[in-house]
């Protein structure tokens, strides 16, 4: 049982940045792969960026690239998205996931997932 708690959703103007957290529980973070996905309005839910166990490798969807990053920490049980840039297209809820099944990037399986913050860019 692994518990994920999404956090830094809001609303923000086009153009402007949003830090989204999630907190994980338990001590085995550092195993977990770890992902973001996001639900816009009215459309299914879609990959926004993974990061494996130990933050070496990561995907990021090709309609945020260069926009958003995502990082951990696996002292503090959290990984991060930096959201930078952003557009009214990435007006979204966005849910936290992880797993202990193998890292394959955007394909990767999840196991556990976050109740999701919402996030509102206007323009």
């Known amino acids: 049982q692994v518990q994920l708690v999404e956090s830094g959703g809001g609303l923000v103007q086009a153009g402007g940045s949003l830090r989204l957290s999630c907190a994980a529980s338990?001590?085995?973070?550092?195993?977990?792969?770890m992902g973001w996905f996001r639900q816009p309005p009215g459309k299914e839910r879609e990959f926004v960026a993974s990061i494996n166990w130990s933050g070496g490798s990561t995907d990021v969807s090709d309609s945020v690239k260069g926009r958003f990053a995502i990082t951990r920490d696996n002292a503090e049980n959290t990984v991060v998205l930096q959201m930078n840039s952003l557009t009214p297209e990435d007006t979204a809820v966005y849910f936290c996931?992880?797993?202990?099944?193998?890292?394959?990037?955007?394909?990767?399986?999840?196991?556990?997932w976050g109740q999701g913050t919402q996030v509102t860019v206007s323009s």
């Open positions: 338990g001590r085995t973070f550092s195993t977990y792969n």
């Open positions: 996931a992880a797993t202990h099944r193998a890292y394959f990037g955007s394909r990767t399986v999840y196991d556990w």
